[in-house]
């Protein structure tokens, strides 16, 4: 988020670092995020921190935000719809249909646009296939590391 300064997060850092010195799992999220929110000297240094709360709101709300606009916001089940697939040529509703997503995120737009013809071009799309790709390919990279790794061990 743009509101991360370097005192906030140094902040957030040493409230994470003292709670991670008492949990049995300190590399486990939830673990972690339960000592914070359960003791109240955790808590206390949140609200007196300037600007944090905000942040911390910010960050779960981007990523609520980002989640809920990843699925047709009239559709809360997710997904691609029956009438969104019918505004596809009937060539390429298979392949729409495999991809069964309501938007895919274009990075040129910083948004995710509904996977339709009229709003979506051929550019954009391909965009949103190479985004997805990239992503995907980091994760096998390192998966194939990791891999490796346990074949050296």
Not at 26 to 47: E, F, T
Not at 51 to 59: A, F, N, P, T
Request: glycine share 6%; charged share 25%.
């Amino acid at each position: 988020m743009s509101d991360r300064s370097p005192f906030l997060t140094a902040r957030l850092h040493e409230i994470i670092k003292a709670a991670r010195a008492v949990t049995a799992k300190p590399n486990s999220p939830p673990h972690v995020m339960s000592i914070i929110l359960g003791r109240p000297s955790h808590l206390k240094k949140l609200a007196q921190t300037r600007g944090l709360r905000m942040y911390l709101v910010g960050v779960g709300l981007s990523a609520e935000i980002r989640r809920y606009l990843k699925h047709n916001a009239e559709d809360d089940a997710g997904g691609l719809t029956p009438d969104q697939l019918e505004l596809w040529p009937a060539r390429l509703r298979a392949a729409v249909k495999d991809i069964g997503m309501a938007r895919v995120f274009v990075p040129s737009r910083n948004e995710f646009v509904l996977l339709a013809p009229d709003s979506i071009n051929a550019a954009e799309t391909r965009e949103a296939g190479d985004y997805l790709i990239a992503k995907g390919e980091d994760c096998i990279r390192r998966g194939q590391q990791l891999i490796q790794l346990a074949r050296r061990m």
